[in-house]
C-alpha cells in the first residue's frame, strides 16, 4: 500500500493492522462455527475450498481496479502514467552540466505540469529559498517545490476494505484444515502427520517464498539507488502497473501472441483450493462408505502397544483388554463432545 497508494510506511503500517482484524475474525469465525455445529472433517474441508474461491472473487478485482497509476515522474512515467522507455531522457541538456547524484531520491514537485523530478538537480535548479526551488533550468514556471505532486486516486479506503475480506477468507483455512486433517489419520499416525505438514509448509511455503516474491517486486523497480562505485542498493521507484501483475498476474510476451498466467501466490493458492476440494471428495465417500463419524474413535486406531501395556499391567485377559479399550475410546468421545 505505501508504494501503490504513496503513503508514508507509518500509516501503510497502520492500515495493514485494520486489515489484520479480517484474519483475527476469519479464525476465531470458524472456531466458533465448529464449536457451534460439529462439521464433519470432509465438511471442514469443503468450507475452506469455499473460502478460497471467495478470496479470489474479491482480492483479484481489487488489486486490478482500486489500485493507482503511476505518478507522472520526469523521464520514468509521461503524464498518463505510462514508463517511458528512454532512460537517457533523465539526463538532458538542462541538466548534463549539473553531474546529479544516482543514490539519493529527494523528489521535487512542479505544480504547474504536475510532475515530480527526481531530485532538484535533475530539474536543473540552482538556488533555494523558502522551500522552494527557483532558476530550474527544465521547467517553463522555474520553481518548485518539496515532495510529490498529489495524484488523483480516491480508492485507498475501498482497497483496505477489501482486503479485511481478503485476509478474513485467507485464514479462515487455519483452524479448520489441521482439524480435519487430524480428525482423519489413525491415533498411531498423528505426529508424524503433524511433522511432515510442518515440513511441507517450510520447504513450500515459508522458505522459497519470501526469496521468490522479493525477486518478482524487484522485477518492478525502475529507478534504483546507486552509489559512485555502481552497487545497487534500495529501490526508489516501483511501476505500479508491474507491481499489480506480479501480485495478481504474470504477462508474458513473444513476437507471435500474449499469455497472461496467475501470479506464484495466486497459483499456490489455486493449487491449494483443488486440494481442498479433492479431499473434501475424499473424505466424503469414506464417511458415506464407513459411516463412521470424525470424532468417533476406535479401538485399532490406538497404538498396538497400549494394548499389550494394558494386557500385562494386573495380567488381564485380552477380552479384559478390549473392554478397556472400548471404554478408554468412550471416555475420549465424551471429552471431545465436551
Same mark, same amino acid.
Given at each position: ?10 500509516? =501503510? ?6 486489515? !489484520?482484524?479480517? =484474519? ?19 465438511? &471442514? ?90 532558476? !530550474? ?140 476440494? =479433492? ?49 478408554? &475410546?468412550?471416555?475420549?468421545? =465424551?471429552?471431545?463432545?465436551?
Amino acid at each position: 500500500m505505501e508504494v501503490e497508494f504513496f503513503i508514508s510506511a507509518s500509516f =501503510a503500517g497502520m492500515l495493514g493492522g485494520i486489515c !489484520c482484524l479480517g =484474519a483475527l475474525a476469519g479464525v476465531l469465525v470458524p472456531l466458533w462455527l465448529m464449536n457451534c455445529f460439529r462439521p464433519t472433517s470432509s465438511r &471442514c474441508l469443503f468450507f475452506c475450498g469455499i473460502s478460497s474461491i471467495l478470496l479470489f472473487i474479491v482480492y483479484i478485482p481489487a488489486v486490478i481496479f482500486l489500485t493507482c497509476k503511476n505518478q507522472p515522474i520526469f523521464g520514468l512515467f509521461d503524464s498518463e502514467g505510462i514508463p517511458i522507455s528512454d532512460e537517457s531522457i533523465i539526463e538532458n541538456d538542462c541538466n548534463s552540466k549539473c553531474d546529479c547524484q544516482t543514490d539519493i531520491f529527494y523528489p521535487v514537485c512542479d505544480i504547474s505540469t504536475n510532475m515530480t523530478y527526481i531530485t532538484p538537480c535533475n530539474a536543473g535548479c540552482s538556488s533555494f529559498t523558502n522551500g522552494t526551488f527557483q532558476n !530550474c533550468q527544465c521547467i517553463e514556471s522555474g520553481d518548485l517545490f518539496e515532495d510529490r505532486c498529489e495524484i488523483d486516486c480516491d480508492t485507498l479506503w475501498p482497497f483496505v476494505t477489501c482486503f479485511v475480506f481478503v485476509f478474513a477468507f485467507l485464514y479462515t483455512p487455519l483452524p479448520l484444515a489441521p482439524s480435519a486433517v487430524m480428525r482423519s489419520v489413525p491415533q498411531r499416525l498423528k505426529s508424524f502427520q503433524m511433522s511432515l505438514q510442518l515440513l511441507l509448509v517450510r520447504i513450500f511455503g515459508s522458505i522459497p517464498g519470501p526469496i521468490l516474491m522479493g525477486m518478482f517486486i524487484d522485477r518492478s523497480c525502475v529507478l534504483w539507488q546507486v552509489d559512485q562505485d555502481g552497487n545497487r542498493g534500495s529501490c526508489f521507484v516501483y511501476d505500479n502497473r508491474k507491481m499489480v501483475e506480479a501480485f495478481c498476474y504474470f504477462r508474458k510476451f513473444s513476437s507471435l501472441f500474449r499469455v497472461e498466467i496467475l501470479s506464484l501466490a495466486l497459483s499456490m493458492k489455486f493449487i491449494g483450493m483443488i486440494c481442498y476440494f =479433492a479431499g473434501f471428495e475424499i473424505l466424503r465417500r469414506r464417511e458415506n462408505k464407513t459411516g463412521k463419524k470424525d470424532n468417533q474413535v476406535e479401538p485399532h486406531d490406538i497404538d498396538d502397544d497400549n494394548k499389550e501395556n494394558l494386557q500385562n499391567e494386573d495380567n488381564i485377559t485380552p477380552n479384559e483388554a478390549d473392554t478397556e479399550l472400548e471404554n478408554a &475410546c468412550n471416555m475420549s468421545l =465424551a471429552s471431545t463432545s465436551l
